[in-house]
């Protein structure tokens, strides 16, 4: 009986003891020093039918000989970039894992760059590996480069730890364009299927014998036809396209009062806008009714701000001053470009489903003839802490 | 009997809503939006309806036979010999329908992160938890839900909160565009699962207080709702048309979470949320089904089936289909007509000849004793 039970006692020992193996999961083990982590991934065009796939890997360093590197001046000495080329994205993948001793971990890219040639035949396919692959996150961010991806990737940022993180940063801001996967898959599959990604270029560097010495910034937006790059604007325009879109955030609108001297700037808090569509008589019609709250940065005149009436010919001129560029960036993008990356389709689509479902296939004659107002309200909130 | 434990109401509330509600989460919004579109939160309240009545059928049929199970009452109703048929057919079926939801855990764990580990593997060692579980009897199973239940309720409204920043209201319109068609046949699928409730009959006997337990039955067939409901709507914010594409909408989701920089990555919550709440899924069906056959053959312990069933379970997971598309495309046509048939036709078919029955025997035997189909 005792005899038994002490052997029960090891059973019950050598199964726990057993179930360790399966527990730590070790099939599927992944050190970290067997990984190479990618932190930002670009697609160029190389040949007729193949593209080429340079990703940004993190070094990770010991902290022996950090110092050193940082003394020499090199900084950024922590990335390399590493480029294989293939018919699809996922055949260059296998190809740059030839090259690379450590296994390929998508886990921590933020970043993807499409070269403005690639971008012009298309990204679809390239975006389909992006929302496929289980390890890669839906809220990396993706711009469009006028320079090839491969050189963007390897600059040498002065201020941040590499190319990635400048990037990111630089999205976060919101100033220009920002655009994750998630966001950019959802505009593919919307009613009009044209979307828009953020333009980078290299900002050229200060000192002329350091060429990799500096970063690549978003100075526009690439407009796509379904998703096919067609053309691009401006960063004022975006600006405007913004504001369209809902998506304005930080932006410092400067105007000059009718009779006076100098300039008064304000600096918006809060904005948001909205797109509400009519159909009457078959004409279609946007409004966008806007609402800014904004505070005075700056004040050269000799205006004295804390003045109602003053700052309501204040509200009226800024208000006209955002209708103006709002128009200009329709004008450009629903006129010239045809391309309906300002939401409209998705907004009649809402409104009017009926006719919608209609009509969806004529949208390509109706969006460059849809009517726009504008109904934009400003309000000054604070005259900052001087007057 | 064979089962001694008893469980509160609550307990069986508590535990009845992962048991449910566990698998769905992760596959039902994709399966639903593909034809409710962005009416897709509207499909699980349709659905919801089977819900409340399965449990109320359940509890008229516990009324009639109070300390017996579907397969005992099953044998009064209809006789011996086709009372065991419908018994050997619905622990057939849940033997099967146990498999697959071995297997949605199965692919959701090798899809989702264990890329290499073998499919055996996944299923063997969950299969091997539940089991200590389900040897335990019920009332390990009613506390072993006590614990894990709110704990994966509140990691779930977390990742909700988490989110609220980026969900996008408009996402939602227009509302019911193509009438509401849409929203029904995207209800087909959730349907199925609310059927599911019928489980409870193998567990009201054990139910100390049985008038509560059909309210407590009925507040769980809601907080299932709500949290479908709570899903859906989340999954449609965030991904509006998108949704039907992706495979694990809940999954991404919580990927997508970012919170100043530091507080991303949270899958693994998800994770969490899936596999606590697919363990107490797995263990209710495998102690139905192993209480099940231990009456269906007259057995005096129920504990040595265990072994053999769960081994069972682990070849129904292995076979039941060939990948996750064949599984998700299962659920979402013909296991969806499939499952619902039997879980309700046979319980409605149940307490309708046992109601007739009860009336019958009651107008003949007047001047006998009460309670003419006591064994």
Not at chain 2, 328 to 340: E, P, R, V
Request: proline share 4%; glycine share 6%; net charge positive.
């Amino acid at each position: 009986m005792k005899l038994q039970s002490i052997i029960k006692k090891y059973l019950l020992l050598l199964f726990l003891v057993f179930s360790v193996v399966f527990l730590s999961g070790c099939w599927d083990r992944n050190e970290v020093n067997d990984l190479a982590l990618i932190m930002a991934a670009g697609f160029d065009k190389k040949s007729d039918n193949t593209i080429e796939l340079s990703v940004l890997l993190y070094i990770p360093k010991g902290g022996g000989n950090q110092q050193d590197m940082n003394s020499a001046g090199g900084g950024g000495y922590e990335t390399m970039v590493r480029s294989a080329a293939g018919i699809t994205v996922a055949d260059a993948m296998a190809r740059l894992q030839e090259k690379l001793p450590r296994q390929i971990f998508w886990g921590h890219t933020d970043i993807f760059l499409f070269n403005e040639k690639l971008a012009k035949e298309g990204i679809f396919e390239h975006v389909d590996f992006i929302m496929r692959h289980p390890q890669l996150r839906e809220r990396a961010q993706i711009f469009v480069s006028k320079q090839p991806a491969k050189e963007v990737l390897s600059l040498m940022p002065p201020l941040e730890r590499d190319l990635s993180e400048v990037l990111r940063e630089l999205g976060e801001h919101e100033i220009g364009m920002s655009i994750t996967t998630k966001e950019l898959a959802q505009m593919l599959i919307s009613d009009s299927g044209d979307c828009a990604l953020p333009w980078i270029q290299i900002l050229p560097p200060d000192d002329k014998n350091k060429p990799k010495r500096t970063i690549a910034y978003i100075t526009g937006t690439a407009v796509f036809k379904k998703d096919k790059m067609i053309g691009k604007i401006d960063d004022m325009l975006t600006r405007g396209i913004l504001w369209i879109r809902d998506e304005i955030r930080l932006a410092v609108v400067t105007v000059k009062l009718p009779q006076t001297k100098g300039y008064i700037s304000v600096n918006l808090s809060q904005a948001h806008s909205k797109l509400v569509p009519t159909i009457e008589n078959g004409k279609w019609k946007i409004t966008l009714k806007s609402e800014t709250y904004s505070d005075i940065v700056q004040n050269s005149t000799h205006l004295n701000v804390s003045d109602p009436a003053v700052v309501k010919s204040l509200e009226r001129q800024i208000e006209q001053v955002i209708n103006n560029r709002i128009e200009l960036a329709r004008k450009k993008v629903q006129k010239e470009m045809k391309a309906d990356i300002l939401g409209f389709a998705d907004a009649f689509h809402r409104y009017y489903p009926k006719v919608w479902n209609k009509e969806k296939k004529r949208w390509e004659e109706i969006f460059p003839d849809v009517e726009v107002k504008y109904e934009t309200k400003c309000k000054i909130r604070r005259q900052g802490l001087h007057s | 009997m064979l089962e001694r434990g008893k469980i509160s109401p609550v307990q069986m509330a508590l535990f009845m809503n992962p048991a449910i509600s566990a698998t769905a989460l992760l596959l039902v919004p994709s399966i639903t939006a593909k034809h409710a579109h962005q009416d897709l939160w509207l499909s699980p309240i349709w659905a919801s309806f089977i819900g409340y009545f399965i449990v109320f059928v359940s509890y008229q049929l516990n009324k009639l036979f109070p300390n017996q199970t579907i397969i005992e009452y099953s044998q009064q109703i209809v006789g011996k010999f086709f009372g065991k048929i419908i018994g050997v057919i619905l622990l057939l079926f849940y033997l099967h329908i146990t498999g697959v939801i071995v297997r949605e855990y199965g692919e959701f764990v090798s899809g989702a992160s264990l890329f290499h580990t073998p499919m055996a593997v996944i299923i063997g060692t969950m299969v091997l938890v539940c089991s200590l579980a389900v040897r335990g009897g019920i009332e390990v199973i009613g506390r072993a839900g006590e614990i894990i239940v709110p704990v994966v309720l509140l990691l779930y409204v977390i990742i909700f909160i988490l989110l609220i920043k980026d969900l996008e209201i408009k996402n939602m319109f227009p509302i019911m565009e193509k009438g509401i068609t849409p929203s029904l046949m995207g209800s087909v699928s959730p349907q199925s699962w609310f059927s599911e409730f019928i489980l409870i009959s193998f567990l009201l006997p054990y139910v100390t207080d049985r008038k509560r337990g059909m309210k407590w039955g009925m507040i769980s067939v809601f907080s299932v709702t709500v949290l479908l409901v709570l899903t859906n709507i989340m999954d449609l914010l965030l991904f509006g048309n998108m949704t039907a594409s992706l495979t694990y909408p809940v999954m991404v989701a919580a990927r997508y979470i970012s919170i100043a920089d530091f507080l991303e990555h949270l899958e693994s919550i998800v994770m969490a949320i899936w596999i606590s709440g697919t363990f107490i899924k797995i263990t209710v069906f495998y102690y139905a089904i192993t209480l099940g056959t231990a009456q269906l053959l007259k057995l005096s312990d129920f504990r040595p089936l265990i072994l053999p069933i769960g081994f069972l379970i682990l070849l129904f997971g292995l076979w039941s289909s060939n990948n996750l598309e064949e599984l998700s495309l299962f659920l979402g046509t013909s296991g969806a007509i499939y499952i619902l048939s039997i879980q309700i036709i046979i319980p409605v078919f149940l307490l309708l000849t046992g109601f007739i029955r009860n009336k019958v025997q009651q107008g003949k035997g007047n001047n006998e004793n009460e309670a003419p189909v006591n064994h």
